[in-house]
């Protein structure tokens, strides 16, 4: 093609130009090309490119079923809830039937159960295996519907960050889901993301304002991908590893409510999330409860149970924890946590957990971490430099203790004094208000 010819073709929808969709078509009928390129492509860009001719429909409507597989309906208009648009008869209620006996589910699902019919209508739902609804309007009776279907094949769903949920009937659901007298099979889930971040959102779903209307729909899918790829390059090479192995320190930044870590426990064996009980001594699942010692005694009157927030790595003195650290590839697999981001290319809880090989953390090549709660590495962990001192080196001082060593916290511009710093250097206390001894001088002028 003449280069003069390329204004002329961008006034052309990419797709439609026969040359090209003879090339994807080529393309997207290798299997291969086929199952690594769909995930990447929101579901309206795979219906747009089966809406183009019958053989593409027959292709990717008809002919494969795993199509669908990884469904992310995070980008979807419908999907999102929208109060003005309800107030203003928007689209959001297009698939909903509005009547007088609305149930708050109903209200706050609806966009949600719209699309769910209009996919069982296609028969598109039966072939979801990994489901993501990060930021979306999603109640707990919602998801106890896809618990409980036993027409659903979700194996991993996402629901970080999500509006409307009732977190305590989320608990109650999983943990009657996941009870001894469970029907044998179920649930099919396997995995769910609930307590991180969500991913970050693909750049391919720009809202439509930021996309010029003349560009080719063809264009912005292959920009969308070129992006993509590129922001994931990007993470891999700057960033320290995945989360729990590669990066230390708080992992969790969710507010976690009484009742989760006992329902992390009823679930072990059945369902996978995306944090871990902690494993610190205090608690009973821990391998070192009973046998190390713990102070401060009780904070919280010794919580049975507790959910890991942080990844640390080992002590500052031992270089392990009492607990030993949990070990990519030995540990049991009820005891990893689902990393992100969510996987693509398989709907199986194993990838869901399986670290990158690049981001090994330790020198015999081991990717570990000891996952736990802000309680047990209370006055232990350094906030500044990641150091922590466990408990079996390390007995934290009483209240009455600490108070008697008149330490106090750094101020910038001051700093301790001498007599303070004195007290501070006593190897008695290791961290303070969260900062070892260390940290305390960096920002304390001599
Ligand atoms: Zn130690
Ligand atoms: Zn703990
Ligand atoms: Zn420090």
Request: charged fraction near 20%.
């Given at each position: 093609?003449?280069?003069?010819?390329?204004?002329?073709?961008?006034?052309?929808?990419?797709?439609?130009?026969?040359?090209?969709?003879?090339?994807?078509?080529?393309?997207?009928?290798?299997?291969?090309?086929?199952?690594?390129?769909?995930?990447?492509?929101?579901?309206?860009?795979?219906?747009?490119?089966?809406?183009?001719?019958?053989?593409?429909?027959?292709?990717?409507?008809?002919?494969?079923?795993?199509?669908?597989?990884?469904?992310?309906?995070?980008?979807?208009?419908?999907?999102?809830?929208?109060?003005?648009?309800?107030?203003?008869?928007?689209?959001?209620?297009?698939?909903?039937?509005?009547?007088?006996?609305?149930?708050?589910?109903?209200?706050?699902?609806?966009?949600?159960?719209?699309?769910?019919?209009?996919?069982?209508?296609?028969?598109?739902?039966?072939?979801?295996?990994?489901?993501?609804?990060?930021?979306?309007?999603?109640?707990?009776?919602?998801?106890?519907?896809?618990?409980?279907?036993?027409?659903?094949?979700?194996?991993?769903?996402?629901?970080?960050?999500?509006?409307?949920?009732?977190?305590?009937?989320?608990?109650?659901?999983?943990?009657?889901?996941?009870?001894?007298?469970?029907?044998?099979?179920?649930?099919?889930?396997?995995?769910?993301?609930?307590?991180?971040?969500?991913?970050?959102?693909?750049?391919?779903?720009?809202?439509?304002?930021?996309?010029?209307?003349?560009?080719?729909?063809?264009?912005?899918?292959?920009?969308?991908?070129?992006?993509?790829?590129?922001?994931?390059?990007?993470?891999?090479?700057?960033?320290?590893?995945?989360?729990?192995?590669?990066?230390?320190?708080?992992?969790?930044?969710?507010?976690?409510?009484d009742g989760w870590a006992e329902t992390l426990l009823d679930c072990r064996e059945?369902?996978?999330?995306?944090?871990v009980l902690c494993t610190g001594p205090r608690h009973r699942n821990s391998p070192a409860f009973g046998k190390t010692p713990v102070?401060?005694a009780s904070a919280n009157g010794g919580s049975p149970w507790g959910v890991a927030?942080?990844?640390?790595?080992?002590?500052?003195?031992?270089?392990?924890?009492p607990e030993g650290?949990?070990?990519?590839?030995?540990?049991r697999?009820q005891d990893?946590?689902?990393?992100?981001?969510?996987?693509?290319?398989?709907?199986?809880?194993?990838?869901?957990?399986?670290?990158?090989?690049?981001?090994?953390?330790?020198?015999?090549?081991?990717?570990?971490?000891?996952p736990r709660c802000?309680e047990c590495?209370?006055?232990?962990?350094?906030?500044?430099?990641?150091?922590?001192?466990?408990e079996?080196?390390?007995?934290?001082?009483?209240?009455?203790?600490?108070?008697?060593?008149?330490?106090?916290?750094?101020?910038?511009?001051?700093?301790?004094?001498?007599?303070?710093?004195?007290?501070?250097?006593?190897?008695?206390?290791?961290?303070?208000?969260?900062?070892?001894?260390?940290?305390?001088?960096?920002?304390?002028?001599?």
């Amino acid at each position: 093609m003449a280069s003069g010819d390329l204004g002329h073709q961008h006034t052309r929808d990419y797709l439609e130009t026969s040359n090209h969709t003879s090339n994807l078509f080529g393309l997207l009928s290798n299997n291969l090309v086929l199952y690594q390129t769909l995930p990447y492509l929101p579901v309206s860009a795979i219906l747009n490119i089966a809406a183009t001719s019958r053989p593409f429909r027959d292709l990717l409507l008809h002919g494969t079923p795993s199509v669908f597989r990884h469904l992310d309906l995070t980008q979807v208009k419908t999907a999102q809830f929208d109060i003005d648009g309800i107030d203003h008869g928007g689209q959001v209620w297009r698939n909903v039937q509005v009547d007088e006996n609305l149930t708050e589910d109903d209200f706050y699902s609806g966009p949600l159960r719209g699309i769910f019919s209009s996919l069982r209508r296609r028969n598109i739902l039966q072939d979801v295996g990994t489901l993501v609804l990060d930021g979306l309007s999603v109640t707990s009776e919602f998801l106890n519907d896809i618990l409980i279907d036993p027409e659903s094949r979700v194996r991993i769903l996402s629901v970080r960050e999500v509006k409307n949920l009732n977190e305590r009937k989320l608990m109650q659901s999983l943990r009657y889901a996941c009870r001894p007298s469970r029907t044998e099979g179920m649930p099919r889930l396997k995995a769910l993301y609930y307590f991180g971040k969500k991913d970050a959102a693909p750049l391919l779903a720009a809202p439509p304002a930021a996309q010029s209307a003349a560009t080719p729909r063809g264009a912005n899918i292959s920009a969308g991908w070129n992006q993509k790829s590129q922001q994931s390059l990007k993470e891999s090479i700057a960033g320290d590893g995945d989360d729990w192995y590669g990066r230390k320190g708080r992992v969790i930044n969710k507010r976690i409510i009484d009742g989760w870590a006992e329902t992390l426990l009823d679930c072990r064996e059945v369902l996978q999330f995306d944090t871990v009980l902690c494993t610190g001594p205090r608690h009973r699942n821990s391998p070192a409860f009973g046998k190390t010692p713990v102070t401060p005694a009780s904070a919280n009157g010794g919580s049975p149970w507790g959910v890991a927030t942080f990844a640390v790595g080992g002590c500052a003195s031992c270089g392990s924890a009492p607990e030993g650290f949990t070990v990519y590839g030995s540990a049991r697999q009820q005891d990893l946590p689902l990393l992100s981001p969510v996987p693509l290319h398989s709907s199986n809880v194993k990838s869901a957990t399986r670290p990158a090989p690049t981001t090994v953390n330790n020198l015999n090549g081991q990717h570990e971490f000891v996952p736990r709660c802000l309680e047990c590495i209370r006055e232990r962990y350094c906030f500044s430099c990641n150091q922590w001192w466990c408990e079996a080196c390390y007995q934290v001082p009483s209240r009455e203790e600490m108070t008697l060593q008149h330490v106090h916290i750094v101020d910038e511009a001051n700093g301790l004094n001498d007599h303070e710093l004195a007290a501070f250097e006593q190897p008695k206390v290791k961290v303070r208000m969260g900062y070892c001894h260390d940290c305390v001088l960096k920002v304390t002028p001599r």
